[in-house]
Every structure is written in C-alpha cells, then in structure tokens.
C-alpha cells in the first residue's frame, strides 16, 4: 500500500528557513518521479518542483527557483524540499507527489496520481 507523508511544516518568519519532509512508503523510488506542490488559499494547487527518478533532474517553478531545493534519500525513503529565503506569499499547504517513472513532462498536478494529505505551511512577515 502505497503512502505519502508530509511533515516539517509550521510558522515562520519571512527570510528564515524550513524544510519539508515525505515519507513515502510502498513504492520503488528508482520507479517512481516525484514532486511538490502547494496550494495557496483560495488558488488551484501548483507545482513548486519535479524530479526525474533517473537522470535526477528537477525543474523548478519560477517562485521556487534558487530559493528551494528538491531531493531524495532513497535509503530512508524521504523526499525533500529545502524552502530558503521564504516569503509571505508561500503561505499554503505543501503536498508530496510521486507516478510512475517518466510521468511527467511538465511538472503540472495532472502528471501525479499519489498525494500526501499535505503539511501546512505559514510565512510571517
């Protein structure tokens, strides 16, 4: 049975730090790409950033880029994101996502069918 499992989220100030974690059980990583999205209050969810199971390559959106950090650890099965220099406008809650190999194209909410119950996360200013 495959589970995701968000955590690491909470209040923070603007310009500090915070790391998310997903504990995703059930599933081959090698098999698997695997993303993060957030859905701000009142707006559709979006993607924050994808990475390939394979090559290892994430895209980032435009918010998110030189900002946050997307990884695996395979071996404890955890995915990451490292959010730096957050902003106000990062309020929302953060969901891990995770397809199967070579789901995604575009790094868009379609492209995944497995989802965290998301983590909550809130940008002080």
């Known amino acids: 049975q495959v589970q995701l499992a968000e955590s690491g989220g909470g209040l923070v100030q603007a310009g500090e730090s915070l790391r998310l974690s997903c504990l995703i059980s059930g599933l081959d990583f090698d098999r698997y790409d695997m993303a993060w999205f957030r859905q701000r209050p009142g707006k559709e969810r979006e993607a924050v950033s994808c990475?390939?199971?394979?090559?290892?390559?994430?895209r980032y959106s435009v918010d998110a880029k030189d900002r946050f950090i997307i990884s695996t650890d395979k071996a404890e099965k955890y995915l990451y994101l490292q959010m730096n220099s957050v902003k106000p406008d990062d309020t929302a809650t953060y969901y891990c996502?995770?397809?199967?190999?070579?789901?995604?194209?575009?790094?868009?909410?379609?492209?995944?069918?497995?989802w965290g119950q998301g983590t909550q996360v809130t940008v002080s200013s």
């Open positions: 996502a995770a397809d199967t190999l070579g789901s995604w194209s575009l790094c868009r909410r379609d492209e995944f069918g497995l």
């Open positions: 990475i390939s199971a394979t090559s290892g390559l994430a």
